[in-house]
């Protein structure tokens, strides 16, 4: 016996009505209710009025007067700011980010567009929180 390999091109329709799933080829139409049980991917979501980089200088108080030093790695506040909130949806990648944006002698702090002023880069991961900012409500 001999096999020989073809393909028949298909086209169809494929549409999305709520939760069905309308699949259409030639006059042939399938429909599925689609259950979804949890959402992908879930976002970060803050109070109304704060951003993540007020989540970082609050975070970088209470690790400061906790220990009463101010040095810091970012891996320490991020670590904090999960157990101050375990509810938010933290992503390591972001908090690294936003706290490069917040040191403004980082070497890295010239590529965002959204800069702060909260911290001094020591070197080797390290930071340190700007003086004026321990104890002050609001940052400047």
Wanted: net charge positive.
């Amino acid at each position: 016996m001999r096999e020989v390999v073809f393909s028949i091109p298909v086209t169809g329709t494929i549409s999305l009505e709520g939760n069905l799933l309308r699949i259409t080829v030639n006059e042939t139409t399938i429909t599925t209710r689609l259950e979804v049980t949890e959402l992908l991917g879930k976002r970060l979501v803050l109070q109304h009025g704060k951003t993540l980089f007020d989540l970082v200088l609050d975070v970088a108080r209470d690790l400061v007067q906790e220990t009463g030093t101010n040095e810091f790695t970012g891996a320490e506040l991020y670590h904090m700011a999960l157990q101050k909130y375990p509810d938010l949806n933290l992503r390591r990648n972001s908090w690294g980010a936003h706290m490069i944006a917040c040191a403004a002698n980082h070497p890295s702090y010239g590529h965002y567009t959204s800069r702060r002023k909260y911290f001094r880069y020591l070197g080797h991961g390290r930071y340190s929180l700007d003086k004026t900012l321990i104890l002050a409500g609001e940052p400047k």
